[in-house]
């Protein structure tokens, strides 16, 4: 330990990054062959080494004198703050849906609470909302399961398929919850960049590169919060074949999947057996305190992911299921068109700025390179924090983004004329 501050310190004063997967690879390297020697499990051994690992890199980071990248709920907070001292504030910076949940579902919800549905169920949901979930996606009831949010579905995933050790393949910039729930479950997160350049498409051979004995699951997250991005078919195909050559786990995050500008194809389409696809009523229905989605995967899969939720907290509350059975029957289309149309609002907007970016597939965000040299995400934030816009800053979603911001098209299109007319004067004056 003391060996890993020292590094830890050295490395701070250089000015250089904790981690370095090049000289990992080669201790990989040296790992397996000593294993090899005496006769040890590869999966085991490099799973053993991970642990090591992790646990440098979390000393070496507390030797790092810079602070910790800001989040979007870091940003939400500090805009409510100035909005509680009378400034007016145009929220952009969080991803929720500024619309209201479908009316019918009051009515669900107290019709379930007066019949006497009100009860512990199964783990996995209800039956009734399971076969209609198995309906719509072509799965059956015993490979849906129902979570309280989408973010549980990610987490519980994580949770119960992953060993301590083990390792995922995350594809950055990122929504930071797969790398978050990874970290608390001692699994190791290899980060794939991809960049402005190339259209924010994953290098698949960089991921077969980043494969290891201990690798165990590829993250997907497609349409992408913040790139908006959509993955061709052929690029989905590739990835399930290294994910089938190498029996890995997809985790498949899904909940933009009907916020699509481009054409969007479900991984839960390719019949991939160890596939997990992660669904929201959040964002489609706008029920983000409902706390509310679903996973579609294996039924062998779907019982042990309900096996970690059935321990955590028995099952999602009944009368709320009832809800989303009822929110089903609903209407989101217009929901969808309405962002659609915020969307482009923003983009023409940015279109006439000192920025780049690609046009978002999908989604509700567009995340912009600003231009200004000596400007960072974080500065810029606060600069329009002042001026009453709350934009996220695009370091929250990996740490080679501090050129970008991510801007949310979840206000009226007014608002966003309005905080897109502050964003140009503060990029103008090249603070
Ligand atoms: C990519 C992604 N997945 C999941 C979630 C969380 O969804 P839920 O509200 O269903 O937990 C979010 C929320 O912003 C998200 O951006």
């Known amino acids: 330990m003391e060996l890993a501050q020292k590094i830890g310190e050295i490395k701070a004063k250089l000015g250089m990054d904790v981690t370095d997967d090049q000289v990992e690879s080669e201790i990989r390297m040296s790992v397996l062959s000593l294993a090899h020697q005496i006769g040890l499990d590869p999966s085991y051994s490099s799973r053993l080494l991970n642990l090591l690992l992790i646990e440098s890199v979390g000393l070496q980071r507390k030797q790092k004198t810079v602070e910790h990248a800001s989040s979007h709920m870091d940003v939400l907070l500090k805009a409510k703050q100035i909005e509680a001292s009378g400034m007016p504030m145009v929220h952009l910076e969080i991803g929720e849906p500024d619309f209201r949940p479908p009316r019918s579902i009051k009515d669900a919800f107290v019709n379930a609470i007066d019949s006497g549905r009100h009860r512990y169920t199964d783990a996995r949901g209800i039956e009734r909302l399971r076969e209609k979930l ?206 659609r149309i915020r969307l482009h609002t923003l983009v023409e907007r940015l279109k006439k700025m000192d920025v780049r970016f690609t046009i978002p597939d999908g989604s509700m965000y567009v995340y912009p390179r600003i231009n200004a040299k000596t400007l960072d995400d974080n500065t810029l934030v606060n600069l329009l924090l002042e001026k009453g816009v709350a934009v996220a800053p695009g370091s929250a979603f990996g740490n080679s983004y501090d050129k970008f911001i991510r801007i949310s098209a979840t206000q009226p299109a007014e608002q966003i004329e309005q905080a897109m007319n502050v964003l140009e004067t503060c990029l103008s004056k090249k603070i």
Request: proline fraction near 4%; include cysteine; charged fraction near 20%.
């Open 134 to 339: 198995a309906l719509i996606h072509g799965f059956t009831k015993e490979t849906v399961m129902v979570t309280p949010g989408g973010r549980f579905g990610v987490y519980a995933s994580i949770a119960s398929l992953l060993k301590p050790g083990e390792e995922i393949v995350v594809i950055e910039p990122s929504w930071p919850a797969y790398s978050d729930c990874a970290a608390l479950n001692s699994v190791k997160v290899k980060t794939i960049k991809t960049t402005l350049e190339n259209q924010w498409s994953p290098d698949v051979h960089e991921i077969d590169n980043a494969i290891n004995d201990a690798t165990k699951m590829i993250v997907l997250n497609y349409p992408n919060n913040p790139t908006g991005k959509i993955l061709d078919t052929d690029t989905n195909e590739r990835i399930i074949s290294l994910a089938r050559e190498h029996d890995l786990y997809i985790l498949s995050d899904e909940v933009y999947s009907k916020y699509c500008v481009k054409k969007f194809k479900s991984i839960a389409e390719y019949n991939y057996d160890k596939s997990i696809v992660i669904e929201s009523f959040s964002k489609t229905y706008a029920m983000t305190g409902f706390r509310l989605g679903y996973l579609l995967s294996s039924a062998i899969i779907v019982k042990q992911v309900a096996k970690l939720l059935a321990f955590a907290m028995t099952s999602v509350a009944e009368p709320l299921q009832y809800c989303a059975l009822n929110a089903l029957e609903t209407d989101y289309v217009t929901n969808v068109e309405e962002t």
